[in-house]
């Protein structure tokens, strides 16, 4: 692999023995995956921080880094950990998982993270079109690339972690041009008008992500009208595909800029109502349950939306739990979401939290991707639209 000379230079340890460390790893791993060389990154975005997921394994590896003098090279963020920092107390949060995500973060900090602790570094980081990246989380990923177009492989916590140690990641797989285009169309064009009627995106990135697979599809006959709905069904499609970009019709920037033909020689799958009925179906639940929103996490708008929607219906009559990320909300925002019968937490999500402690076993959610995680982590789990789950929560059936 071609190496600059200031690469080089980090490879043979002039700075410092962890960069070193993470250039090993960055090339090897390019060198797996036929890189020709490494680019430089913009920042980086590492998941799997929770002390839930990762344990003292994952803690003594951050902190054995953190120890060694590691530095991050670019602007690098966080996803979510176990608790709300400033809320643990309502979680039941055990002492063991409490001081271990401290010192999660703490490594983090020193390391030069800033301590955000959400999964939509895209409402927030600087990114544009063209942008070369080293995220891990996948719901991020396939916002970054499929819809501000940005460059970045579905990259795990660690090579993230390392990437941005280095402040490279290797020129392969979504950092290049002709792993962008697509391989198969998958046309929503006979049930389009239903979804966004029905507001089921999770459906449909849900059903997508398991025709899509490992590949890059084109994604047609969806009309979304906001980031909102389309961060939905991304995280959706991630959740049961392996893919790390989705290009949508009227959305992507990689189809307005490109200078192929989307659809030549593409092989077409054309979505059936049956699908998406299937997959409301695999997660039917128990009809009861408390209503977690907010995977990924709500955005400041979908926050305020859900705020004033609550002020006009009324006080919910169930357990109405909203996850957002500390940037998208002060103490005016949590005041007015508790003063309309909403519990707020930030920093973490229903996921890699440890939900069962703090809100029992069988929940609603409008989040495909979360629907699909507390399942396998088997928890009994109902999916609706969000109209239905915030209906639900005010007395309704679900
Ligand atoms: Fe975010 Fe947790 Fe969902 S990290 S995408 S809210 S599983």
């Given at each position: 692999?071609?190496?600059?000379?200031?690469?080089?230079?980090?490879?043979?340890?002039?700075?410092?023995?962890?960069?070193?460390?993470?250039?090993?790893?960055?090339?090897?791993?390019?060198?797996?995956?036929?890189?020709?060389?490494?680019?430089?990154?913009?920042?980086?975005?590492?998941?799997?921080i929770?002390?839930?997921?990762?344990?003292?394994e994952?803690?003594?590896?951050?902190e054995?880094?953190?120890?060694?003098?590691?530095?991050?090279?670019?602007?690098?963020?966080?996803?979510?950990?176990?608790?709300d920092?400033?809320?643990?107390?309502?979680?039941?949060?055990?002492?063991?998982?409490?001081?271990?995500?401290?010192?999660?973060?703490?490594?983090?900090?020193?390391?030069?993270?800033?301590?955000?602790?959400?999964?939509?570094?895209?409402?927030?980081?600087?990114?544009?079109?063209?942008?070369h990246?080293?995220?891990?989380?996948?719901?991020?990923?396939?916002?970054?690339?499929?819809?501000?177009?940005?460059?970045?492989?579905?990259?795990?916590?660690?090579?993230?972690?390392?990437?941005?140690?280095?402040?490279?990641?290797?020129?392969?797989?979504?950092?290049?041009?002709?792993?962008?285009?697509?391989?198969?169309l998958?046309?929503?064009?006979?049930?389009?008008?239903?979804?966004?009627?029905?507001?089921?995106?999770?459906?449909?990135?849900?059903?997508?992500?398991?025709?899509?697979?490992?590949?890059?599809?084109?994604?047609?006959?969806?009309?979304f009208?906001?980031?909102?709905?389309?961060?939905?069904?991304?995280?959706?499609?991630?959740?049961?595909?392996?893919?790390?970009?989705?290009?949508?019709?009227?959305?992507?920037?990689?189809?307005?800029?490109?200078?192929?033909?989307?659809?030549?020689?593409?092989?077409?799958?054309?979505?059936?109502?049956?699908?998406?009925?299937?997959?409301?179906?695999?997660?039917?639940?128990?009809?009861?349950?408390?209503?977690?929103?907010?995977?990924?996490?709500?955005?400041?708008?979908?926050?305020?939306?859900?705020?004033?929607?609550?002020?006009?219906?009324?006080r919910?009559?169930?357990?109405?739990?909203?996850?957002?990320?500390r940037?998208?909300?002060?103490?005016?925002?949590?005041?007015?979401?508790?003063?309309?019968?909403a519990?707020?937490?930030?920093?973490?999500?229903?996921?890699?939290?440890?939900l069962?402690?703090?809100?029992g076993?069988?929940?609603?959610?409008?989040?495909?991707?979360?629907?699909?995680?507390?399942?396998?982590?088997?928890?009994?789990?109902?999916?609706?639209?969000?109209?239905?789950?915030?209906?639900?929560?005010?007395?309704?059936?679900?």
């Open positions: 692999m071609y190496l600059t000379r200031e690469e080089e230079r980090a490879l043979d340890g002039f700075e410092g023995e962890a960069k070193a460390l993470a250039m090993k790893v960055v090339v090897r791993v390019g060198e797996v995956l036929g890189a020709e060389k490494l680019v430089p990154i913009k920042n980086a975005h590492i998941s799997g929770s002390y839930k997921n990762i344990g003292e994952g803690l003594a590896f951050i054995k880094l953190a120890g060694e003098g590691a530095r991050f090279s670019v602007p690098t963020t966080l996803n979510p950990g176990a608790f920092l400033a809320g643990w107390q309502r979680m039941n949060v055990d002492e063991k998982i409490l001081s271990g995500q401290l010192r999660i973060i703490d490594a983090f900090r020193r390391m030069g993270a800033a301590i955000t602790l959400s999964c939509t570094p895209y409402l927030y980081a600087n990114i544009s079109y063209g942008d990246l080293a995220w891990s989380e996948s719901n991020a990923v396939l916002y970054a690339n499929s819809v501000v177009g940005a460059r970045t492989n579905r990259d795990g916590g660690p090579l993230a972690l390392f990437e941005a140690i280095a402040g490279r990641a290797p020129l392969a797989g979504l950092h290049l041009e002709e792993n962008r285009r697509p391989m198969l998958i046309d929503f064009s006979s049930v389009g008008e239903k979804v966004v009627e029905k507001g089921i995106f999770s459906a449909a990135g849900l059903a997508a992500g398991r025709i899509a697979g490992a590949s890059v599809p084109l994604v047609k006959g969806l009309r009208s906001g980031s909102d709905e389309l961060k939905l069904f991304l995280a959706a499609a991630g959740a049961t595909g392996g893919t790390g970009l989705v290009l949508v019709d009227g959305i992507s920037p990689d189809l307005r800029f490109a200078k192929w033909n989307p659809v030549e020689g593409v092989e077409r799958v054309g979505v059936e109502w049956s699908a998406l009925q299937e997959e409301l179906e695999r997660y039917s639940g128990s009809g009861e349950g408390v209503v977690v929103l907010g995977c990924p996490h709500l955005s400041p708008s979908e926050l305020k939306d859900i705020i004033s929607w609550l002020r006009r219906h009324g919910p009559k169930r357990r109405l739990i909203l996850f957002t990320s940037a998208a909300v002060g103490e005016a925002e949590k005041r007015a979401a508790e003063e309309a019968g519990e707020l937490f930030t920093d973490t999500c229903m996921v890699v939290s440890e069962s402690k703090y809100a076993r069988e929940f609603v959610t409008d989040s495909g991707k979360a629907a699909f995680y507390l399942a396998s982590q088997g928890y009994l789990v109902k999916l609706l639209s969000r109209g239905e789950a915030l209906r639900y929560a005010l007395g309704g059936s679900a």
